[in-house]
């Protein structure tokens, strides 16, 4: 399609954003989904470190069916199906998701296995050998489920679900429209409550994807507007955290661009998954779910730049968009020169930030390369059967060998 003709579809959802509004707006949105057994999700640092747990159940009163507090990091298989578990001696009709991506994926886990009658194991991405991988479409209706990010993710309004097994060699994998929210609330307690580490790390998820998102250059006006915005707020907020980690402002905006991309992409604006400016999304999940004391924004931010630096063909007016876009273009750049230049704010503005920029900051021993770039393979997102293994795991390798 062309950038002036083109398809965009929406879904029903409402935003609920500022101070209280848990207390202001939660049971209406509880009631309004017709839920008598409304269930929260969250991991054991939500619960027991902070109030947003307390503060729900007090806001719903008899509507409250309990809580599971036991997601891991990366939505782990075996917490998911405790949590499904939980929620069906609960009783529950309305699933809550309270914490960060981790926590809101595996919610939707939760609503695909309380509704699909089939084995996880079943309806998961497919990859059969010597042929293409494929997602089973799961029919069944879904628990209406309500986000209430504590940090920023676009996880927060998606339908993809990756969830961690270590007893297989890939996640599993699954897509289902129908477990969408049907609200969100970005709450400036629950938003105020996550660590400033971990805002620094979703945060930069954050603004790298919507650095990757500028790179595209055939965008129709109704996602241009969306993706453009998101742009300006995340480039505006990131850079806040350097000396206003400690302030709702930024956590928020960069809350709201992540779901304007999100919103850009229903408008036809692809995600970036693999281009010059987006670093690469297989061996950022690879480093991470390997590797626990590793977060999304760290395993974003040490592949980024090294993949603009090894990338040979760039496209100049992708580049001029990017350096643009970020302040640093001259007249007269190539598209390489503009690239670079790219590179070395990115560098800059990571560094400053305080996370890192090269793999062996991370502590990763360069034994365990081989083993990474093999981790890429199976991930539907990134290669949904487009490239041969072995050309996926020779891209990945030569990555982490220029990140490391």
Not at 206 to 230: I, K
Not at 291 to 310: A, N
Request: charged residues 25%.
């Amino acid at each position: 399609m062309s950038e002036h003709s083109f398809r965009a579809a929406g879904y029903v959802w409402r935003l609920h954003c500022g101070a209280q509004a848990i207390e202001q707006g939660l049971k209406e949105a509880v009631e309004r989904g017709r839920a008598r057994r409304a269930f929260v999700i969250c991991s054991p640092s939500v619960s027991r470190r902070t109030d947003t747990v307390q503060r729900i159940s007090a806001s719903l009163g008899p509507l409250f069916a309990g809580v599971y507090d036991g997601i891991e990091k990366d939505s782990t298989y075996a917490s998911v199906v405790a949590g499904k578990d939980a929620a069906l001696e609960a009783g529950a009709d309305l699933l809550i998701a309270v914490g960060g991506g981790s926590v809101i994926v595996a919610t939707r886990a939760v609503a695909i296995f309380l509704a699909e009658a089939g084995s996880p194991f079943e309806i998961m991405t497919q990859y059969p050998e010597g042929k293409p991988a494929y997602s089973p479409r799961l029919m069944a209706p879904k628990l209406p489920i309500i986000n209430i990010p504590t940090t920023p993710t676009s996880a927060m309004n998606r339908a993809g679900t990756g969830l961690k097994n270590p007893d297989l060699d890939h996640r599993m994998e699954y897509f289902d429209p129908k477990t969408r929210p049907q609200a969100i609330f970005l709450d400036d307690g629950a938003l105020m409550s996550a660590p400033p580490d971990l805002i620094r790390s979703t945060g930069t998820t954050v603004f790298a994807g919507l650095v990757g998102s500028m790179a595209q250059t055939d965008v129709n006006p109704l996602g241009e507007g969306d993706r453009n915005h998101a742009f300006q707020l995340a480039y505006r907020a990131y850079p806040r955290l350097v000396h206003e980690i400690d302030a709702v402002e930024p956590r928020l905006e960069l809350c709201i661009a992540a779901f304007l991309q999100n919103r850009a992409e229903d408008d036809g604006v692809r995600r970036f998954r693999g281009g010059v400016f987006s670093g690469n999304y297989a061996v950022s999940t690879a480093l991470h779910v390997r590797y626990p004391h590793v977060g999304q924004g760290e395993s974003t931010s040490v592949v980024h730049t090294p993949k603009i630096r090894i990338s040979e063909a760039v496209d100049p007016r992708a580049a001029r968009q990017v350096s643009e876009a970020l302040e640093v273009w001259r007249d007269g750049m190539n598209g390489r020169e503009a690239a670079l230049a790219v590179a070395d704010k990115l560098d800059g503005l990571y560094t400053r930030i305080g996370v890192p920029t090269r793999l062996r900051q991370l502590q990763i021993p360069r034994d365990d390369l081989r083993a990474l770039a093999n981790d890429t393979v199976k991930n539907f997102n990134a290669n949904a059967g487009m490239r041969s293994p072995r050309e996926q795991v020779e891209d990945a390798l030569r990555l982490l060998e220029a990140a490391f």
